[in-house]
């Protein structure tokens, strides 16, 4: 269990994604000078309005993590990557429809076929979201992706007794 901290942020932007709030920010006491950080709102349990005024200008680094990749998890440090799955039958048809990120590409292979490739700079959440799918999407590629959905599996597989 996480210990509480407290910290002293300066609020840029709200965001909904996946149907969860979260707030990006700029963080004032980071490690090395002022990051842009973000947090889920559920696990912000108090807030205390200051009277001091951080100016952020540098809207640059906020397009850099819009750019970044799928999902809200950014690492300024991580090359981005495409990630490419494959969905099947009506899950197909449902995902070609679907925007996960503005720099997407998507074919289909055939008529129950759907392949979309996506920029990350890791695959965590992708991992979940094609789980979230069953037998209806797999991954692609890069290989560590197809390796980590695998290794996802085989966790749930020995939890279960499966």
């Known amino acids: 269990k996480r210990r509480p901290f407290k910290?002293?942020?300066?609020?840029?932007?709200?965001?909904?994604?996946?149907?969860?709030?979260?707030?990006?920010?700029?963080?004032?006491?980071?490690?090395?000078?002022?990051?842009?950080?973000?947090?889920?709102?559920?696990?912000?349990?108090?807030?205390?309005?200051?009277?001091?005024?951080?100016?952020?200008?540098?809207?640059?680094?906020?397009?850099?993590?819009?750019?970044?990749?799928?999902?809200?998890?950014?690492?300024?440090?991580?090359?981005?990557?495409?990630?490419?799955?494959?969905?099947?039958?009506?899950?197909?048809?449902?995902?070609?429809?679907?925007v996960w990120h503005k720099n997407q590409s998507g074919r289909w292979i055939d008529d129950d076929t759907f392949e979309l490739t996506v920029p990350a700079t890791n695959d965590i959440e992708l991992v979940s979201k094609v789980l979230s799918y069953g037998v209806k999407a797999e991954p692609i590629a890069p290989e560590e992706f197809v390796e980590n959905y695998k290794k996802e599996i085989k966790t749930l597989k020995d939890k279960f007794g499966l």
């Open 7 to 98: 910290r002293l942020i300066e609020p840029l932007e709200l965001i909904n994604y996946s149907s969860v709030w979260y707030l990006r920010a700029v963080d004032t006491q980071a490690y090395n000078g002022p990051e842009i950080k973000t947090y889920s709102l559920s696990r912000i349990k108090e807030i205390e309005v200051m009277n001091e005024f951080f100016e952020f200008t540098d809207t640059s680094e906020l397009e850099k993590i819009d750019e970044s990749g799928f999902g809200i998890f950014y690492n300024p440090k991580a090359e981005i990557k495409n990630y490419t799955m494959r969905f099947y039958d009506n899950i197909a048809y449902i995902v070609s429809l679907q």
